[in-house]
């Protein structure tokens, strides 16, 4: 079976609270980026099973990619045989596009379809908390209000036709446990996206903040020219996304030709939204 896991941005972010598990109340809503994804293929293989990853570089030993933790977390309850598992990066790590989770996620959702194990999306949703906090999402993978540490999802309906998403990635690394420990919780009962998206996307700016901004645009303001490159170059709204570094850019209509030329040598992404 081969899967194409796309890559997710924030619209907003906000830290609530500390919570007794160690854990972070969040809100943001997220929402799926298309054009952007992983090739993620799995097959039988009846002698060993197998691990092969290429493209962009992630960090860690491959035995403890999410599409294996995700392959062991099924084989709890059920029968599935080895498999030869093939995942080439395209999104980068560490960029808060959400790369990582949207593996994990689809490879529940491929090894249920494939081996008819009749998992339902809450169950599958389940697994995937299990995985990672952002994991939920990209089993519906449709616009979402996250809530909670980011397993409370909420679908939303949101207008954005006719308007493009510019993406650009600095090359960063941004780790979440060191994100998360320079922010102090608002303790806000509630985050401002749930009124925020209700408004023209071109009324987001300043109303729709991502609280791990602050942290970035100091350890790394090449972050925060990159959003001001965007605002320049016209943009409706721009922001950071997750814990970072990637930073979005969104246009009512494609974005000016010249803008990818602004932004070298950094990977840049553009798609309808």
């Not at 949703?125 to 995985?131: H, K, S």
């Not at 493009?164 to 922010?183: E, Q, R, S």
């Not at 970072?244 to 010249?258: N, Q």
Request: with cysteine; net charge negative.
């Amino acid at each position: 079976m081969l899967l194409f896991p796309n890559a997710k941005v924030n619209f907003g972010l906000n830290v609530l609270r500390k919570r007794a598990d160690g854990y972070h109340d969040i809100a943001t809503v997220m929402f799926p980026v298309s054009g952007l994804c992983d090739a993620l293929e799995f097959v039988p293989a009846p002698d060993s099973e197998g691990f092969h990853l290429s493209g962009t570089a992630v960090p860690g030993p491959a035995e403890d990619n999410i599409c294996l933790k995700a392959v062991a977390l099924l084989r709890r309850n059920f029968d599935i045989p080895p498999l030869g598992i093939y995942l080439h990066k395209a999104v980068p790590t560490g960029a808060g596009l959400g790369g990582g989770s949207a593996n994990g996620a689809f490879m529940l959702k491929g090894l249920n379809t494939e081996f008819k194990l009749g998992l339902s999306d809450g169950e599958l949703e389940a697994a995937a908390a299990e995985l990672g906090s952002d994991c939920a999402f990209f089993v519906k993978n449709v616009p979402s209000l996250s809530e909670g540490r980011g397993e409370m999802l909420t679908s939303i309906n949101l207008e954005l036709s006719g308007m493009h998403i510019a993406l650009v990635h600095p090359g960063i690394h941004m780790a979440t446990g060191p994100a998360y420990a320079k922010i102090a919780p608002s303790e806000a009962s509630e985050s401002p996206a749930k009124t925020v998206m209700a408004r023209p996307v071109s009324e987001w700016k300043g109303l729709l903040n991502n609280d791990f901004e602050a942290f970035a645009f100091e350890t790394h303001p090449e972050i925060k020219r990159i959003r001001d490159v965007f605002y320049t170059a016209g943009a409706q709204y721009a922001a950071m996304t997750g814990s970072g570094s990637a930073v979005f850019g969104i246009f009512d209509g494609t974005p000016p030709a010249d803008l990818e030329t602004s932004m070298a040598p950094h990977f840049y992404h553009s798609s309808p939204l």
